[in-house]
């Protein structure tokens, strides 16, 4: 079955970077759009950044010029390079998979899959 496994999260002070990875396994994801979601204590789930088969990317306008998402198909990676890292980046985030062509998982209601989330956490 499929399975995507998040690692690299951590604590980091106002203004430093991170690096998520998400390793998927278990399925076909040549024509899937895979995405990074996160969720605050407290707070609904919200999209960050997706990229599609072709290789595009969309980002929420929170994020961008900061976070850069992208993938290592051959791998079945996912990546997530965060930088400018704020206090109010602080959540759990999950890597997200939709596996219909040109679905956005940055919608949650999109989402097929799911990874099990790592904490990021800004101190400022």
């Known amino acids: 079955q499929v399975k995507l496994v998040e690692s690299g999260g951590g604590s980091v002070q106002a203004g430093g970077s991170l690096t998520l990875s998400c390793a998927a396994s278990?399925?076909?994801?040549?024509?899937?759009?895979m995405g990074w979601v996160r969720q605050a204590p407290g707070q609904e789930r919200e999209g960050i950044a997706s990229?599609?088969?072709?290789?595009?990317?969309s980002y929420a306008d929170f994020v961008k010029g900061r976070f850069t998402i992208s993938k290592d198909r051959a791998r079945n990676m996912l990546y997530l390079q965060m930088n400018s890292l704020k206090a109010e980046d602080t959540a759990m985030y999950y890597c997200?998979?939709?596996?219909?062509?040109?679905?956005?998982?940055?919608?949650?209601?999109?989402?097929?899959?799911w990874g099990q989330g790592t904490q990021v956490t800004v101190s400022s």
């Open positions: 278990g399925g076909t994801f040549r024509g899937a759009c």
């Open positions: 997200a998979a939709a596996m219909t062509p040109s679905v956005d998982p940055r919608d949650p209601n999109n989402v097929d899959y």
């Open positions: 990229i599609d088969s072709d290789g595009d990317t």
